[in-house]
């Protein structure tokens, strides 16, 4: 029977067990609101169906009065018309008029993710963050001051995010959350 005791003081063993696992906590929160942001789709109003739809209608008007020139022209001895320069196809025939989002500046889904840590927060950000740095960087800092086993929560309160998540936007099909969590998880495992 060993009458020497432990090697390792086990207290001392516990506290660094309890700091390694906190720090990986933080680490996997971190590269997971890395990933959340991110993934995030930025709004592209030239990707919206109602300014497809609108553009393909007036682009269809100047092609179709291009292609009558050559027509008219034949049958007109007179004053001979011209194709549409690009400044007339987009002055007479709004080739570039947006039907949604005039004005529109993208981002703000990227930008909305909330870092709390012990509860969730409810609110909802009005950050514009188009890259992401800044959206990542407050994170960052609430993550790296989360204490011992922290509950760390990462979300988002817009109302449209579900519909994202959900795969309605072109940019991010797959939606947001579920993939960085897999991704996430899967790397930590």
Same mark, same amino acid.
């Given at each position: ?91 007479? $025939?709004? @080739? ?6 005039? %004005? ?7 930008? #909305?993710? =909330?870092? *709390?840590?012990?509860?969730?927060? $409810?609110? @909802? ?6 890259? %992401? ?7 960052? #800092?609430? =993550?790296? *001051? ?44």
């Amino acid at each position: 029977m060993a009458t020497n005791g432990w090697s390792t003081n086990l207290t001392e063993f516990v506290d660094q067990a309890e700091a390694d696992i906190s720090q990986m906590a933080r680490v996997i929160a971190q590269k997971m609101l890395e990933e959340v942001v991110l993934k995030s789709p930025v709004g592209n109003p030239d990707l919206w169906q109602a300014n497809i739809n609108l553009t393909a209608k007036n682009v269809a008007l100047a092609d179709a009065y291009d292609a009558n020139v050559d027509a008219r022209n034949a049958s007109n001895t007179g004053k001979k018309f011209k194709k549409l320069t690009q400044r007339e196809r987009k002055d007479n $025939f709004f @080739v570039d008029a947006k039907a949604a989002g005039q %004005g529109y500046v993208g981002g703000r889904f990227r930008g #909305s993710h =909330i870092v *709390s840590v012990g509860a969730p927060d $409810f609110s @909802v950000t009005e950050r514009v963050d188009a890259e %992401g740095l800044s959206t990542i960087s407050e994170g960052a #800092s609430v =993550i790296q *001051s989360a204490g011992r086993f922290p509950v760390i929560y990462i979300q988002t309160n817009l109302p449209y995010a579900e519909a994202l998540e959900n795969g309605h936007s072109t940019q991010a099909p797959g939606g947001v959350y579920g993939l960085a969590f897999i991704g996430v998880s899967e790397a930590y495992k």
